[in-house]
Nanobody
Framework: QVQLVESGGGLVQAGGSLRLSCAAS????????VGWFRQAPGKEREFVAT????????SYADSVKGRFTISRDNAKNTVYLQMNSLKSEDTAVYYC?????????????????WGQGTQVTVSS
């Protein structure tokens, strides 16, 4: 099992940047694929980005491609989401999720473990 804790959320102006972190417990974190999802009020939870267990494969939602970058440091048991050029529509609670497999897609049902989320608010 793995436990996930997100941090780094906050209030930022449109056009600004934030870096989210997802810290994981467990010695086998490098065996887990990790994804970021987000949920805005009244909307379904949606896929943002995913990174393979080794970090050599990433995938992004079209809405964040070119603005967000997912990365991981397995030595630190941490996955990051660098968010640049933020827009008001990026406002949401951001969740990291993990599963014991090498790669995963954009479906939230592919991820068994979830963090509690961190709020990101972008003011226009």
């Amino acid at each position: 099992q793995v436990q996930l804790v997100e941090s780094g959320g906050g209030l930022v102006q449109a056009g600004g940047s934030l870096r989210l972190s997802c810290a994981a417990s467990g010695r086998t974190f490098s065996s887990y694929v990790v994804g970021w999802f987000r949920q805005a009020p009244g909307k379904e939870r949606e896929f943002v980005a995913t990174i393979s267990w080794s970090g050599d494969s990433t995938s992004y939602a079209d809405s964040v491609k070119g603005r967000f970058t997912i990365s991981r440091d397995n030595a630190k048991n941490t996955v990051y989401l660098q968010m640049n050029s933020l827009k008001s529509e990026d406002t949401a609670v951001y969740y990291c999720a993990a599963d014991l497999r090498k790669v995963a897609g954009p479906s939230r049902f592919e991820y068994a473990y979830w963090g509690q989320g961190t709020q990101v608010t972008v003011s226009s």
